[in-house]
Nanobody
Framework: QVQLVESGGGLVQAGGSLRLSCAVS????????MGWFRQAPGKEREFVAA????????YYGDSVKGRFTISRDNAKNTLYLQMNSLRPEDTAVYYC?????????????????WGQGTQVTVSS
């Protein structure tokens, strides 16, 4: 089994920054492609970003391109999401997820393991 635990969420003003972390345990972290998704109340889960096992390739949803950066530290078994220039519409619960297979990185149905989520609230 794989356990994922997100942290770093909180309340921030528009234009501010937050850095989310996802600690992964239970299996070899470097075996997994990783992703970040978010879900706002009344909306479907939305793809935010993904990164391949080695960290050599990254992918972003259109709404966050140029503002968010996904990264990973395989030595620390940790996934990150640096979020800059935050907007009120970024308010959501953010989830990290892990998958053995690839690609289809934006399809949440292809991920095998999920964290419990961390709330990000951006005030205007």
């Amino acid at each position: 089994q794989v356990q994922l635990v997100e942290s770093g969420g909180g309340l921030v003003q528009a234009g501010g920054s937050l850095r989310l972390s996802c600690a992964v345990s239970g299996r070899t972290f470097s075996s997994y492609n990783m992703g970040w998704f978010r879900q706002a109340p009344g909306k479907e889960r939305e793809f935010v970003a993904a990164i391949r096992r080695s960290g050599g390739s990254t992918y972003y949803g259109d709404s966050v391109k140029g503002r968010f950066t996904i990264s990973r530290d395989n030595a620390k078994n940790t996934l990150y999401l640096q979020m800059n220039s935050l907007r009120p519409e970024d308010t959501a619960v953010y989830y990290c997820a892990a998958k053995m297979g690839g690609p289809s990185y934006s399809n949440y149905g292809t991920y095998n393991y999920w964290g419990q989520g961390t709330q990000v609230t951006v005030s205007s």
